[in-house]
Structures are given as structure tokens and as C-alpha cells.
Antibody
Framework: QVQLQESGPGLVKPAQTLSLTCSVSGGSISSGDYFWSWIRQPPGKGLEWIGYIYYSGDPYYNPSLKSRVAISVDTSKSQFSLKLSSVTAADTAVYYC???????????????????WGKGTTVTVS | DIQLTQSPSSLSASVGDRVSITCRASQSISNYLNWYQQKPGRAPKVLIYGASNLQTGVPSRFSGRGSGTEFTLTISSLQLEDFSTYYCQQSYSTPPITFGQGTRLEIK
């Protein structure tokens, strides 16, 4: 069973770069069916998509964060990473790494949803 | 970008009640709508995908319906473990992936 584990500093200073890594175990990061994503949740608030990447393709980012974010994949280490630059207190959140996967519905159509989540890591900007 | 609006934002109910949560999309998303449950301190988990397909292992008291711009998640008979926050998410037009703002289901 695929498992995801986030790692990285829990405290980042304002104006610095937040760097997190997600380790994928129990499955291949190189399958073309899946995308690998970062989602965050500020304290007491809802879910915000940061971006995603397929192992062999270009990354896609939330337009509101696009100028500050970079997501990459290292297939040799079975990891994908997040870098968020010029952080402020507003970037304080729980950060989740997530797998997006297709699944067939009853009618035979294919739907993508986030099927595997890491436990999340709290990052505080202060 | 497609916006998703959930209603209500919070809901109080009792064990055994039947409850429904609505998610409205700013434009038609066919049936590309997923529902997640999140318990405090835990990562979300998917309940329903493609508007009405029950994810493996999810109890049958959960059901989803809808298409176009209006969707509903229904819990037929609330159990203690169902008191959580629920999010809808669209997969019709991505990127970006968008979520509803969440519905907090509390014990009355």
C-alpha cells in the first residue's frame, strides 16, 4: 500500500524559502497515471491546493502562489519536493503531500481524486 | 477558475439523523465532483468520487448525487464517528484543483 511521508523544517523565518520533501513508499512514483501534489491548510481554515506534477511532465501551480512555488520530482529517490519562497505568516499551515489517482466509476468514466495523503507537517513562519 | 460553495458552513445534528450537505459550482462540472471527510488533526480521506461513486471501504450510509452545478452528500443515519468536516472538490477543469470551504458537522 502506498504511503507518503512529509519531511522538512517546522519553523521558517519570514522572507526565507520553505522546503519540504515527500517520500513515497509501497509503490512507484514513476507511474504515468498518478500526479503528485501539495495541499496546505492554515490553522482553522480550509484546504488550499498548491500545485501538482506528473513524474514526467511539467508542474502546475495555484495561480495565487505561482510566482513563489516550485514542485519537482526525483524518481531515483522516490520523492517529490516543494519550495515556497518569500514566505510570510500567511504561509503558516499544515502541508500535506498527496497522490492524485484515476478511478473508474460505475458508468465506466474515469475520475481523478486525491486517494493517498501524508499525515501532514506543520510549518510555522515566524 | 471554478468556485465551489458549500452549504451550510456548519450543521448540528444527532446520532441517527439523516443529513445532507450541498456543494454548488460556479459553472457546470458535469459529475466531476469528489467529497472528502476530515477529522481533527487528521488528513482528509475521500468518501465519494465522480459525484456518486462510493470509495472502497466507505460505509454505505454515505451517498452522493448531482450533476452540472449542484451536488449533495447525504449521510443516511449519523454515527458518532461521522462528526467531522466535509469538503467537496472539483476535478472537471484542472488546474487549478479547487475545494469548497468546508462544512463542519457537530453533535447537537
Amino acid at each position: 500500500q502506498v504511503q507518503l511521508q512529509e519531511s522538512g523544517p517546522g519553523l521558517v523565518k519570514p522572507a526565507q524559502t520553505l522546503s519540504l520533501t515527500c517520500s513515497v513508499s509501497g509503490g512507484s512514483i514513476s507511474s504515468g497515471d498518478y500526479f503528485w501534489s501539495w495541499i496546505r491548510q492554515p490553522p482553522g481554515k480550509g484546504l488550499e491546493w498548491i500545485g501538482y506534477i506528473y513524474y514526467s511532465g511539467d508542474p502546475y501551480y495555484n495561480p495565487s502562489l505561482k510566482s513563489r512555488v516550485a514542485i519537482s520530482v526525483d524518481t531515483s529517490k522516490s520523492q517529490f519536493s516543494l519550495k515556497l519562497s518569500s514566505v510570510t505568516a500567511a504561509d503558516t499551515a499544515v502541508y500535506y503531500c498527496v497522490r492524485g489517482a484515476p478511478q473508474l466509476g460505475i458508468t465506466g468514466d474515469s475520475y481523478y481524486f486525491m486517494d493517498v495523503w501524508g499525515k501532514g507537517t506543520t510549518v510555522t513562519v515566524s | 477558475d471554478i468556485q465551489l460553495t458549500q452549504s451550510p458552513s456548519s450543521l448540528s445534528a444527532s446520532v441517527g439523523d439523516r443529513v445532507s450537505i450541498t456543494c454548488r459550482a460556479s459553472q457546470s462540472i458535469s459529475n466531476y465532483l469528489n467529497w472528502y471527510q476530515q477529522k481533527p488533526g487528521r488528513a482528509p480521506k475521500v468518501l465519494i468520487y465522480g459525484a456518486s461513486n462510493l470509495q472502497t471501504g466507505v460505509p454505505s450510509r454515505f451517498s452522493g448525487r448531482g450533476s452540472g452545478t449542484e451536488f449533495t452528500l447525504t449521510i443516511s443515519s449519523l454515527q458518532l464517528e461521522d462528526f467531522s468536516t466535509y469538503y467537496c472538490q472539483q476535478s472537471y477543469s484542472t488546474p487549478p484543483i479547487t475545494f469548497g470551504q468546508g462544512t463542519r458537522l457537530e453533535i447537537k
